[in-house]
């Protein structure tokens, strides 16, 4: 079935600096990804999405690329603000075998600005 | 336009009791959806209609979760009886077709003692 790796967090930064959370997955067909992003004490939030190869996301000064043939979507920002503090999840919809809609999420990954 | 919306927000339960979550999603949005989310990890699809129909409930614990959605607006996932292992945030989301943008709930926060 599909399934999403996330990278290891948490990430802790200072701010404005370069930030790359790296996220893979398995899925069959060609399914849509995404990133969401919880603040604290909010709910999950779209961030930004990509629904076909070579597709860039963006949004908020986040970007992520769509990579069929390394079958990843890392997330980038150039350079983050204690207000990015949060949790990051990447997500997959589509694919074969699956119902349409159906998100299958990463572990997520906390990120914590400092000033 | 108002979110989707969940209630309680919190709730703490003893083990082999009974609790039930209610969802109101955006008006006019055909597809429901309700999550678990465990603490450390992402969330986890239990269940998605489509109207009052149900699309896909291969993940949810059928010995123990309900789910149903009347009139294809309001929706309640009831859980008898609760295990320590359900503790957890029960999200609801919903969007207007299933390949157009969820939109998520506030989540219940479940603690089972």
């Known amino acids: 079935g599909n399934s999403v790796t996330q990278m290891e967090g948490p990430v802790t930064l200072s701010e404005e600096a370069f930030l790359t959370i790296n996220c893979t997955y398995t899925a069959t067909g060609y399914p849509s990804l995404f990133w969401y992003v919880q603040y604290p004490g909010e709910g999950l939030q779209l961030l930004l999405k990509a629904t076909k190869a070579d597709d860039k996301g963006s949004n908020k000064g986040f970007e992520a690329t769509y990579r069929k043939e390394t079958t990843s979507f890392h997330l980038e920002k150039g350079s983050v603000q204690v207000s990015d503090s949060a949790v990051y999840f990447c997500a997959l919809s589509g694919g074969g075998g699956t119902s349409y809609g159906k998100l299958t999420f990463g572990q997520g990954t906390i990120l914590t600005v400092h000033p | 336009e108002a979110g989707v919306a969940q209630s309680p927000r919190y709730k703490i339960i003893e083990k082999r009791q009974s609790v039930a979550f209610w969802c109101n999603p955006i008006s006019g949005h055909a597809t429901l959806y309700w999550y678990q989310q465990i603490l450390g990890q992402g969330p986890k699809l239990l269940i998605q ?22 009139k ?7 859980i008898q009886p609760a295990k320590l292992e359900d ?27």
């Open chain 2, 49 to 70: 209609f489509q109207n009052n129909g149900v699309v896909d409930d291969s993940q949810l614990p059928k010995d123990r979760f309900s789910a149903e959605r009347l």
């Open chain 2, 72 to 78: 294809g607006v309001d929706s309640t996932l009831k």
């Open chain 2, 87 to 113: 503790s957890a945030v029960y999200l609801c989301a919903s969007s207007l077709i299933p390949t157009y943008e969820q939109y998520f709930g506030p989540g219940t926060r479940l603690t089972v003692t």
